[in-house]
């Protein structure tokens, strides 16, 4: 062999390494990783929210987006649970599953993972915490109707922060337990408005912000969201070693369901102005990854008029069900160029196990 063919072997020889990792990139640790839900909100109702907000939301601040296939094990149309599940613990189950596989069996989520792994872990929803989103990440039960079982599950876990409704799953209990002593017991600070929630400092924290359900934005919850946020943001963040957090726009889904366009608006800026705060944190911060997407799209919903200066939609209705479309995906911070591309709900599971660099499951 010549010379000269020596080098232009050498040549390909390197520049099929090369390829061959740039194919395969390993993502940036993440110390922190905030992954946000909007239930029920697919690309009509966060341009909806983008049109409420006169042209612009907090979520364009993302620098990466993908999209994730959402079907569930045994339907087109997944649930909450299901794809709550999908994220939390990488597989896909059946519709109403929480934290369990196809045969009943539980699967460890990311939240258990990162809590075992010694990171601050909290959930921030505007539903109960038992409600089907919160609830894969922490329970592990057949069906998501089981709320006090759900309930229950809470006690078995290390969650430092948990704010949402549900107080009666807790309390008002079939089984005569009453799980606010024991979360008490377990060092819990317990509150039971928003006022209470904001006094907190430091250390572990249970609030209950309603007896089951939370009001809507507009019918007196008003921005307990953001405020939610902070509070828990505030609290994880001094575990030196990170934080795994839950932040869910529960009722963009309920405004779906209810086909009620100004429902839907008026929990899209919410969720945007939640968003908002934690891009702020994750952008001072760093070492933060922010991941925001929805489980499933709600209503069918589409959007045949509007205006950018008065912030008005004309919505359209499909359906009061869920839909089976593609649910975008947003992403900022290190790692958060994993999120491009078109991907499998449980994919979600797999970057986040990456980002934090945890082995298996
Ligand atoms: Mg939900
Ligand atoms: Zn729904």
């Given at each position: 062999?010549?010379?000269?063919?020596?080098?232009?072997?050498?040549?390909?020889f390197?520049?099929?390494?090369?390829?061959g990792?740039s194919?395969?990139p390993?993502?940036?640790?993440?110390k922190?990783i905030i992954?946000?839900?909007?239930?029920g909100?697919?690309?009509?109702?966060i341009?909806?929210?983008l049109?409420?907000?006169?042209?612009?939301?907090?979520?364009?601040?993302?620098t990466?987006?993908?999209?994730?296939?959402?079907?569930?094990?045994?339907?087109?149309?997944?649930?909450?649970?299901?794809?709550?599940?999908?994220f939390?613990?990488?597989?896909?189950?059946y519709?109403?599953?929480?934290?369990?596989?196809?045969?009943?069996?539980?699967?460890?989520?990311?939240?258990?993972?990162?809590?075992?792994?010694?990171?601050?872990?909290?959930?921030?929803v505007?539903?109960?915490s038992?409600h089907a989103t919160?609830?894969s990440?922490?329970?592990?039960?057949?069906s998501r109707?089981?709320?006090?079982?759900?309930?229950?599950d809470?006690?078995?876990?290390?969650?430092d922060v948990?704010?949402?409704?549900?107080?009666?799953?807790?309390e008002?209990?079939k089984?005569?337990?009453?799980?606010i002593?024991?979360?008490?017991?377990?060092?819990?600070?317990?509150?039971n408005s928003?006022a209470?929630?904001?006094k907190?400092?430091?250390?572990?924290?249970?609030?209950?912000?309603?007896e089951?359900?939370q009001?809507?934005?507009s019918?007196?919850?008003?921005?307990?969201?953001?405020k939610?946020t902070?509070?828990?943001?505030?609290?994880?963040q001094?575990?030196?070693?990170?934080?795994?957090?839950?932040?869910?726009?529960?009722?963009?889904?309920?405004?779906g369901?209810a086909?009620?366009?100004?429902?839907?608006?008026?929990?899209?800026v919410?969720?945007?102005?939640?968003?908002?705060?934690?891009l702020?944190?994750?952008a001072?911060?760093?070492?933060?990854?922010v991941?925001?997407?929805?489980?499933?799209?709600?209503?069918?919903?589409?959007?045949?008029?509007?205006?950018?200066?008065?912030?008005k939609?004309e919505?359209?209705?499909?359906?009061t069900h869920?839909?089976?479309?593609?649910?975008?995906?947003?992403?900022?911070?290190?790692g958060?160029e994993?999120?491009?591309?078109i991907?499998?709900?449980?994919?979600?599971?797999?970057?986040?196990?990456?980002?934090?660099?945890f082995k298996v499951?």
């Amino acid at each position: 062999m010549s010379t000269r063919s020596k080098y232009v072997l050498l040549f390909s020889f390197c520049l099929l390494v090369s390829v061959g990792q740039s194919q395969k990139p390993k993502p940036k640790r993440a110390k922190n990783i905030i992954l946000m839900i909007g239930d029920g909100m697919g690309t009509a109702q966060i341009y909806a929210g983008l049109t409420a907000n006169k042209g612009k939301l907090h979520l364009e601040r993302c620098t990466y987006s993908g999209f994730h296939k959402n079907q569930s094990a045994d339907h087109y149309i997944t649930d909450s649970a299901a794809g709550a599940t999908a994220f939390a613990c990488g597989q896909k189950t059946y519709n109403g599953a929480i934290g369990v596989d196809a045969n009943h069996q539980p699967i460890a989520s990311i939240l258990e993972i990162a809590e075992r792994n010694g990171l601050a872990t909290g959930m921030v929803v505007t539903c109960s915490s038992t409600h089907a989103t919160p609830a894969s990440f922490i329970a592990h039960q057949a069906s998501r109707s089981l709320d006090e079982d759900i309930a229950l599950d809470f006690m078995k876990t290390d969650i430092d922060v948990f704010i949402g409704g549900g107080r009666k799953f807790f309390e008002k209990r079939k089984d005569g337990k009453n799980l606010i002593d024991s979360l008490r017991a377990k060092n819990y600070q317990i509150a039971n408005s928003i006022a209470e929630v904001q006094k907190v400092k430091t250390g572990k924290l249970a609030a209950f912000l309603a007896e089951e359900q939370q009001a809507k934005f507009s019918e007196g919850r008003g921005d307990e969201l953001v405020k939610s946020t902070e509070v828990a943001l505030q609290l994880l963040q001094q575990n030196k070693k990170g934080m795994f957090m839950l932040i869910e726009g529960s009722q963009i889904d309920w405004g779906g369901h209810a086909n009620d366009t100004q429902y839907i608006m008026d929990e899209m800026v919410d969720f945007d102005n939640t968003i908002g705060k934690v891009l702020d944190f994750a952008a001072k911060d760093g070492n933060t990854l922010v991941i925001i997407t929805a489980d499933h799209e709600t209503g069918g919903f589409s959007l045949v008029d509007g205006d950018m200066k008065t912030g008005k939609v004309e919505g359209k209705f499909t359906t009061t069900h869920h839909t089976g479309v593609m649910i975008p995906v947003f992403a900022f911070g290190p790692g958060a160029e994993q999120f491009s591309g078109i991907y499998d709900n449980t994919a979600i599971f797999d970057k986040m196990m990456q980002s934090f660099q945890f082995k298996v499951k």
